[in-house]
């Protein structure tokens, strides 16, 4: 399953929507640590989730994605798709809010995890050369 946050793409906004993602696939009121949120996926017989973003001409996009197991491979073909819906839904319609902002420890983690992503980019030589390439093409 896929969910796309789709908008207009606005510099202004990209950061902001990249720590919004960080903080979608980390957290939620339901699941408060990562720890929580990896057993239940477990649970859910290995499902895989991430988010994801990314930039199609004028839109900016941020994708979540839920991976899961098809019924008739599980025992007694188990039926996994309403808690395939309602992980999603714990995750786009419950986050981990507290007085209409985010928990300030993910937050802040979140943020300094993306500002030292973004720091490294130039140590992955050949990262850094397709940026770079695709900065001077378009």
Known sequence: MTCNLITEANFKNFAKRAVLAELLETNNSKYKTQEELAKQLSKMYGASFGTNIVR???LHIIKIILSFPNANY???K???IN?????????LLRPNVKNKAFDNKTFTTQKQNILKY????????????????????F
């Open 118 to 137: 973004l720091s490294s980019i130039s140590d992955d030589k050949q990262y850094y050369a397709a940026v770079k390439s695709k900065e001077l093409f």
């Open 74 to 76: 599980l025992p007694n």
């Open 83 to 91: 808690e395939a819906i309602e992980f999603l839904m714990d995750v």
């Open 78 to 80: 188990y039926d996994n």
């Open 56 to 58: 199609y001409g004028n």
